[in-house]
């Protein structure tokens, strides 16, 4: 199976496994994905200037940070899977921006 560099600079698989299906699976395992998206997006158009994306950077980070906090609750708890589905996700961060 060959790679190719998309429009976006990203790698992407050539060949039985399409883009759309690998990009639906990152958004499925990644809650972070268009934070992730987002950096990579700024370093592109920055020539990679990592200061110029700093506020990217955090964001991210903290997208990061976040999920985890909800896995490792919901490890506790017992519920699983430990990484709420798509549809659970918007759920959770509103009600998180809701009780700040």
């Given at each position: ?49 990592r ?5 990217y ?33 918007a759920k ?9």
């Open positions: 199976m060959s790679k190719q560099k998309n429009s976006d600079n990203v790698t992407e698989q050539v060949g039985p496994v399409k883009k759309h299906a690998l990009q639906r699976n990152q958004e499925i395992n990644n809650p972070c994905y268009k934070e992730h998206l987002l950096s990579l997006k700024c370093l592109d158009s920055n020539q990679k200037d200061q110029a994306c700093e506020v950077f955090v964001n991210y980070k903290n997208c990061k940070e976040f999920w985890a906090s909800v896995q490792s609750e919901r490890k506790l708890k017992g519920i699983r899977p430990y990484m709420p589905s798509v549809e659970e996700r959770i961060k509103a009600d998180f921006l809701n009780s700040r």
